[in-house]
Structure formats: C-alpha cells, structure tokens
C-alpha cells in the first residue's frame, strides 16, 4: 500500500512520481486528440498511401532492438546479469521480426503475405508486443539467482525456435486476413489478442511501480514511463481502422518513444555507467587493498609484538600491586573489618590496608592515586612500602601518629622522582580499642568518613586535608589531627571518590544520597553484609557502563564491649 506521503507527492513537482504521471496525462491527451481528428479521412488517406514513414520507424526499432541485444550479449560477462541477457534475447527475437517486415521476406508466398499485406503487417507486430510483454512480466515478477550464469547457446536456441515459429504462424495458410482485419478495422479476435498485449503491460507496470515507491531508483521510472507508453500502443493499435491509419501510426509512435526510453535505461543508466565506475573502482580497489594488506600485516606484527610486552608487564605489575592489598583483614574481639574493591582496569590507582599497630591500636589507611594503569600502581605500591618502612621503625611508633605518618609520605614523595602531575591523596587513621578513639588525619581525600549509628542514621567526619603531590619546594603543608569516639555498635565508613561518582547509562551519579540509602537499608546486619550490599548496588546502578573510576569501601565496625 502506497503511504500517504506517497500520494501526495503525485501532484508535488518535486515529488519522484511525477514524471510518471506527466507521461500518463501526456499520453492520454494524445490519444484523445486523435480519436477526435480521426473523423478526418485526410489524414488516414495520406498516411495509408504514404506507408513509407512505417518503414522508417520500423528501421528505427530494428536498430534499438538490436542494439540493446548487443549491449546485454557482450557486457554480460562482466555485469553477470541474467535478466539483461534474456531481455537481450527477447529484443534480438523482435529485432529479427523486424528485419523480416522491413526485408518484405513473406512476400515470396504470394498476395496476402507482403510488407504492405495488413495481415503479415498485424501479425509480425502482434508478435512482438506479446513477447515483449511475456518476457517483462517473468523479469519483473520473478526473482532470478546471478550466482548461475546462463547459457547463452541455450538462449540462440530459443530465439531461432521461437523465430521459426513465428514465421510459420505467418506463412501458415489457415489464417486468413478476414479473421484479423475487415472493412470496418480489427476483429474480435484481435482486439482481444491485443487486449492481452495490453494486460500484460499493465501487470509489470504494477510490479515495476511498486518497487520504485520502495527504492526510487531512476532506471525504474524509465522504465515505468515506458510501460506506459507501450500499454497507450495497445490501446491506439486496437482503434486502427485499416493498416498504416492514424491509429497505427499513433500506435506506433507511441512504441518507438518507449523504445527510447528502455534504451535509455537498459544502456545508459544499467549497463555503460555503473560498467564504468565499477572497472574503474574495482581497479582502484585492487591497488589500495594491495598496498592496505602489507601496511596492515606490517602494523599487525608490530602490534602484537608491543600488546604481548605491555600484557606481560601489567601481569606482573598487577601480581605486584595484588600482593601489596591484604588478602585477609585483621579483627579481635572489639572490632572487625571489610572490604569491596572493583579496578576500573585490570591495574587500579585505589588502595586501602589495615594492619595491626599492637594489641589495642589498628592502623587504617585508603587512598587515591592519580590516572590508571601501570603508573597508577605503581604509585599506590610506593605509598604501601613507605607506610610498611615506617612500620617497621621503633616498634611501630612511627605510624601511630596519623598527621606525621602524611607528613612523611609528603616529603618521600617530593624527594622521589615522580612526575609533576601525579599525587596521592588519602586517609590514614589509628583506632584504640581501648579508649574507642579513632585517630585520623586526611590527605586530601575528597571524601568524608560515615560515621553510621546503631539507629541507621549517618554523620559526616571533617575530612579536610592537603593532597601529597609535587609542591615541596613551595609548600610545606600542617596535616591535622582528628578525633572521634566511636561507641559500641557504631560502624565507620571509608571510601573513594569512583564510588559516588559511579554513572549509569542516563549519565546520573550514584552520589552520596544513594549511599545513605543502602547504608540505612542495609545496617542492621553484620559489617560484610552490609559491605557486599553496598558494592552490588552500585554494580546494579551502573549496569553494563564502563566505570570511569575505581571503587574502593572500607567498613570498620566497634564491637561491644571495648
């Protein structure tokens, strides 16, 4: 079904059926003009006694039936188009008929057989127009495999037998010319073999009009625009009161047009231009993939050379950077920890670690280093060996005091030799057991600590603090101390940046409100639980999109009694 936008394109100049329906409204004026000067016997009486103008138009599509045949014949091994090839044949078949009338070559039977014979004159066209009709309804109704070619010697054999038998129809003495034509223009008879001729145009003409309103290709209105006049010649042939009047001679006007245009679309637009650039891309393509193939083998060698080295050493930087996290987290009777860790990448810039002070005092640390990847890791693997060195001065002492434990790592950093753009920023505390003190001093971590009461609700820690980065000769910066009482049943969470800024697919934020939420939904059971929770609603929240940042969360949960 045509859409509406279809229709009223019909009448929209620029719509693409409008040359359609100029020839349609072009070709019925026409035909109406003559039926109404058709009273004037003049013009009839001068065309049936000047006939010759039948032989030049006759000489006319003899030359474009051929021509096309030759066209389809020797371009089809390279177009492999098999419906060109047997409306090559069908015209070469018209072509011959053609060349029979013009070579007046049935005159040799006698009187009644000749070129100016209405009975061989009706009957040659006949057969032409119905197997140009017969052949482009099985073209165009009917879907053919390129992958085969045709056999062409199969196809000479067919046109020589349907030749043959068309000539025989003509020469055969059983049809006589009363039953054709008589003195008051076409029978019953032909008006209903030209009938059928009409019918069979106007068939394709369906099919070929439908699919040009699903692709609008030019070489389908051409040949809609010739069907139509074809059909017009069947209608003006039917009025033909004797042979060679001003219905033939529309008639025939009428199919030399159409011959045009199929020649048009089967020469110039199907086969010599899209020949063309075909060779000629075909050529270029050749020559560009030749040369596109060695690049490529080239750069694929060199690739995969530089992919297996750089896999290789994020496998041993990332068996580095994995050994550094605990594989266990330390616990006692007065407080237990938890940890969720999701890398951005296979190397992450996040890391954390708790580990033992003495008997009454855990060392806590989480951080963030800048960028991803090797660089990343190798980073956080330098803050991990300078908190360790400083754990193994004095008995642990050195880390007992947050403020100086950032203190030092600012003055490590600057004195190694580490890019002007990266840093470190972090949290480092001390929690007592004994007093339920927690002692903690930032880094420049842009999160703040969620103290969470037994009740669900959350409070925020002061986590001001100055970033460990590469401004020592400037800045000598004071990291402060911090202290909170943590009573039984509270729980304190630490965590990352890529944690609240986690986006899903709408580019929304998971952000501190949502993790309010799950802390409040997901308190009231034990410290791993609500850790693991935590984590699956955040994976949950993002979906199948890629995170932009690491996602670390440390849980500490106070046990009673202290």
Same mark, same amino acid.
């Given at each position: 079904?045509?859409?509406?936008?279809?229709?009223?394109?019909?009448?929209?100049?620029?719509?693409?059926?409008?040359?359609?329906?100029?020839?349609?409204?072009?070709?019925?004026?026409?035909?109406?003009?003559?039926?109404?000067?058709?009273?004037?016997?003049?013009?009839?009486?001068?065309?049936?006694?000047?006939?010759?103008?039948?032989?030049?138009?006759?000489?006319?599509?003899?030359?474009?039936?051929?021509?096309?045949?030759?066209?389809?014949?020797?371009?089809?091994?390279?177009?492999?188009?098999?419906?060109?090839?047997?409306?090559?044949?069908?015209?070469?078949?018209?072509?011959?008929?053609?060349?029979?009338?013009?070579?007046?070559?049935?005159?040799?039977?006698?009187?009644?057989?000749?070129?100016?014979?209405?009975?061989?004159?009706?009957?040659?066209?006949?057969?032409?127009?119905?197997?140009?009709?017969?052949?482009?309804?099985?073209?165009?109704?009917?879907?053919?495999?390129?992958?085969?070619?045709?056999?062409?010697?199969?196809?000479?054999?067919?046109?020589?037998?349907?030749?043959?038998?068309?000539?025989?129809?003509?020469?055969?003495?059983?049809?006589?010319?009363?039953?054709?034509?008589?003195?008051?223009?076409? +029978?019953?008879?032909?008006?209903?073999?030209?009938?059928?001729?009409?019918?069979?145009?106007?068939?394709?003409?369906?099919?070929?009009?439908?699919?040009?309103?699903?692709?609008?290709?030019?070489?389908?209105?051409?040949?809609?625009?010739?069907?139509?006049?074809?059909?017009?010649?069947?209608?003006?042939f039917m009025g033909m009161k004797e042979i060679f009047d001003i219905n033939?001679?529309?008639?025939?006007?009428?199919?030399?047009?159409?011959?045009?245009?199929?020649?048009?679309?089967?020469?110039?637009?199907?086969?010599?231009?899209?020949?063309?650039?075909?060779?000629?891309?075909?050529?270029?393509?050749?020559?560009?993939?030749?040369?596109?193939?060695?690049?490529?083998?080239?750069? +694929?060698?060199?690739?995969?050379?530089?992919?297996?080295?750089?896999?290789?050493?994020?496998?041993?930087?990332?068996?580095?950077?994995?050994?550094?996290?605990?594989?266990?987290?330390?616990?006692?009777?007065?407080?237990?920890?938890?940890?969720?860790?999701?890398?951005?990448?296979?190397?992450?810039?996040?890391?954390?670690?708790?580990?033992?002070?003495?008997?009454?005092?855990?060392?806590?640390?989480?951080?963030?280093?800048?960028?991803?990847?090797?660089?990343?890791?190798?980073?956080?693997?330098?803050?991990?060996?300078?908190?360790?060195?400083?754990?193994?001065?004095?008995?642990?002492?050195?880390?007992?005091?947050?403020?100086?434990?950032?203190?030092?790592?600012?003055?490590?950093?600057?004195?190694?030799?580490?890019?002007?753009?990266?840093?470190?920023?972090?949290?480092?505390?001390?929690?007592?057991?004994?007093?339920?003190?927690?002692?903690?001093?930032?880094?420049?971590?842009?999160?703040?600590?969620?103290?969470?009461?037994?009740?669900?609700?959350?409070?925020?820690?002061?986590?001001?603090?100055?970033?460990?980065?590469?401004?020592?000769?400037?800045?000598?910066?004071?990291?402060?101390?911090?202290?909170?009482?943590?009573?039984?049943?509270?729980?304190?969470?630490?965590? +990352?940046?890529?944690?609240?800024?986690?986006?899903?697919?709408?580019?929304?934020?998971?952000?501190?409100?949502?993790?309010?939420?799950?802390?409040?939904?997901?308190?009231?059971?034990?410290?791993?639980?609500?850790?693991?929770?935590?984590?699956?609603?955040?994976?949950?929240?993002?979906?199948?999109?890629?995170?932009?940042?690491?996602?670390?969360?440390?849980?500490?949960?106070?046990?009673?009694?202290?």
């Amino acid at each position: 079904m045509i859409s509406a936008k279809s229709k009223t394109s019909v009448f929209d100049v620029k719509g693409h059926l409008f040359p359609i329906f100029i020839v349609l409204i072009v070709g019925l004026l026409l035909f109406l003009t003559v039926e109404l000067v058709d009273s004037n016997l003049f013009i009839s009486q001068f065309l049936v006694e000047n006939s010759i103008w039948h032989r030049i138009l006759d000489v006319y599509l003899l030359i474009v039936s051929f021509s096309i045949f030759l066209i389809s014949f020797f371009t089809y091994p390279q177009t492999e188009d098999n419906r060109l090839l047997i409306i090559g044949f069908t015209f070469l078949i018209g072509g011959i008929l053609y060349w029979i009338q013009i070579l007046d070559i049935p005159s040799h039977l006698g009187a009644g057989y000749g070129i100016s014979s209405p009975r061989s004159t009706f009957l040659l066209c006949l057969a032409i127009r119905i197997i140009n009709g017969i052949c482009f309804c099985l073209i165009f109704t009917t879907k053919f495999n390129n992958k085969y070619n045709l056999r062409r010697r199969y196809l000479w054999l067919s046109t020589i037998v349907i030749v043959l038998v068309i000539y025989s129809i003509i020469s055969s003495p059983f049809i006589k010319q009363e039953y054709l034509i008589n003195d008051y223009g076409l +029978t019953g008879l032909s008006i209903l073999l030209l009938a059928v001729a009409a019918l069979l145009y106007i068939y394709v003409l369906y099919y070929t009009l439908r699919e040009y309103i699903k692709t609008n290709e030019f070489v389908l209105r051409l040949l809609c625009c010739g069907f139509i006049l074809m059909f017009y010649s069947e209608i003006a042939f039917m009025g033909m009161k004797e042979i060679f009047d001003i219905n033939s001679a529309l008639s025939q006007f009428y199919l030399v047009v159409s011959y045009g245009i199929l020649f048009y679309a089967f020469y110039i637009e199907s086969i010599k231009k899209p020949y063309t650039q075909l060779s000629k891309a075909m050529e270029d393509l050749d020559e560009y993939l030749k040369e596109m193939d060695k690049l490529v083998d080239n750069r +694929t060698t060199e690739l995969r050379g530089m992919y297996e080295k750089l896999m290789a050493d994020q496998e041993i930087a990332r068996g580095i950077q994995l050994s550094m996290l605990p594989s266990e987290l330390p616990e006692n009777e007065y407080v237990s920890f938890s940890a969720g860790y999701v890398p951005a990448e296979k190397l992450s810039g996040d890391f954390y670690n708790v580990f033992k002070i003495d008997e009454s005092r855990f060392g806590i640390c989480i951080g963030d280093v800048s960028g991803h990847g090797v660089s990343a890791a190798m980073l956080s693997i330098f803050t991990f060996q300078k908190i360790q060195s400083l754990m193994e001065e004095a008995a642990g002492e050195g880390i007992s005091i947050p403020s100086m434990v950032l203190t030092h790592l600012y003055e490590s950093f600057n004195s190694a030799n580490f890019n002007d753009d990266m840093y470190i920023v972090m949290l480092y505390g001390v929690f007592n057991t004994q007093t339920g003190i927690l002692s903690y001093a930032s880094g420049g971590l842009n999160t703040s600590p969620l103290r969470i009461r037994p009740d669900g609700s959350v409070q925020e820690l002061d986590s001001d603090g100055f970033a460990i980065c590469k401004l020592g000769d400037f800045i000598r910066p004071k990291f402060a101390n911090r202290q909170v009482l943590l009573f039984p049943g509270d729980k304190l969470l630490l965590y +990352t940046d890529g944690l609240v800024e986690a986006r899903n697919s709408s580019k929304e934020e998971y952000s501190i409100k949502r993790l309010k939420n799950a802390i409040k939904k997901y308190n009231r059971w034990g410290i791993n639980h609500l850790t693991e929770a935590i984590i699956n609603n955040v994976k949950e929240f993002v979906g199948n999109e890629k995170l932009a940042d690491d996602i670390t969360l440390l849980s500490m949960d106070v046990l009673p009694p202290f």
